[in-house]
């Protein structure tokens, strides 16, 4: 995911979309995790699915954001 190739859309590379991803969740400061799917749809198109929860598993691991369960919301971690 993180290596180029020559079948790798950029504008669905795990880099760019996390990226994405913390320009939306640094905005809002916690929103809601369909919510964030939805939005990040209609910035990359449906193909992002695919790379989606392996993107907020990528930010998480990196200390950027935070999952709330009881409230079903991701935050942005300063």
């Known amino acids: 995911m993180i290596t180029p190739h020559k ?10 979309l996390g990226g994405v991803i913390l320009n939306i969740v640094k905005e809002d400061g916690a929103i809601k995790y ?3 799917l939805k939005r990040v749809i209609l910035a990359r198109g449906e ?32």
């Open 7 to 16: 079948y790798l859309d950029l504008s669905l590379s795990l880099l760019n």
């Open 34 to 36: 369909d919510e964030l």
């Open 47 to 78: 193909n992002v699915k695919d790379v989606y929860i392996l993107t907020l598993s990528f930010l998480y691991i990196l200390g950027k954001i935070e999952y709330q369960r009881e409230i079903d919301t991701i935050e942005y971690i300063k």
